[in-house]
């Protein structure tokens, strides 16, 4: 199986690809893992065409062939005044439902302080409406992200804490992807009638 981790800093370095790092390492049930740190690429801002995602100078078509191959996701957003970042945004709305459709996501804000719980909740109610990943139950808030995942060896109890809640989210990914692969197979092979008429979410 392969696992494709998207960190949506705007920044570079960034707390949130750094996240991204630590639980690429921590990954077991998943044979490839491909990280695409979103600022790296020159992607177009989404404009309602499937224009917009082929510039001369886009590297779309790299990100769309990993996400066509992967069997789950993880998705990284720092919280920026309470909201998902730009670039997650965008990213949601460039991905095409035939890469995307029926693969788990696992949801990951990053925050500097306290807070994160908006990200989380904004992903949940609006991002995932036509592209139709499925959110998994479990999702990650990394709170004061300066301070943790910084090194291999930790005695903080809180840190230790989140460090077990990591690898638990990262085994249940895992088995929500073994699971939906029957839904994606069904979905090609036995189509529901008529089913292009229900691509978009309602």
């Not at 998705?75 to 788990?104: R, V, Y």
């Not at 990914?173 to 309602?202: C, N, T, V």
Request: hydrophobic share 40%; glycine share 4%; with cysteine.
């Amino acid at each position: 199986m392969e696992l494709v981790i998207v960190s949506a800093s705007q920044r570079s370095p960034s707390q949130s690809a750094k996240v991204a790092r630590y639980l690429n390492e921590r990954v077991e049930g998943f044979s490839k893992v491909n990280h695409i740190e979103l600022c790296q690429y020159n992607l177009s801002f989404w404009d309602g065409e499937a224009d917009s995602k082929s510039t001369d100078d886009s590297r779309w078509p790299l990100i769309a062939q990993q996400l066509r191959n992967a069997d789950a996701l993880v998705l990284i957003t720092p919280e920026w005044g309470g909201m998902a970042s730009p670039l997650m945004k965008n990213f949601l709305l460039m991905c095409d439902n035939q890469d995307t459709a029926h693969k788990p996501a696992l949801l990951v804000a990053v925050v500097s302080g306290i807070s994160g719980a908006y990200p989380i909740a904004e992903l949940r109610m609006n991002a995932l409406k036509n592209n139709k990943l499925v959110a998994t139950p479990d999702h990650l808030i990394i709170r004061n992200v300066e301070q943790v995942l910084n090194h291999n060896e930790v005695d903080d109890e809180r840190e230790l804490h989140l460090r077990q809640r990591i690898d638990y989210s990262l085994h249940m990914l895992e088995q929500y992807s073994e699971a939906l692969k029957a839904i994606r197979f069904q979905h090609q092979h036995q189509p529901f009638p008529k089913q292009q008429e229900y691509s978009y979410g309602m």
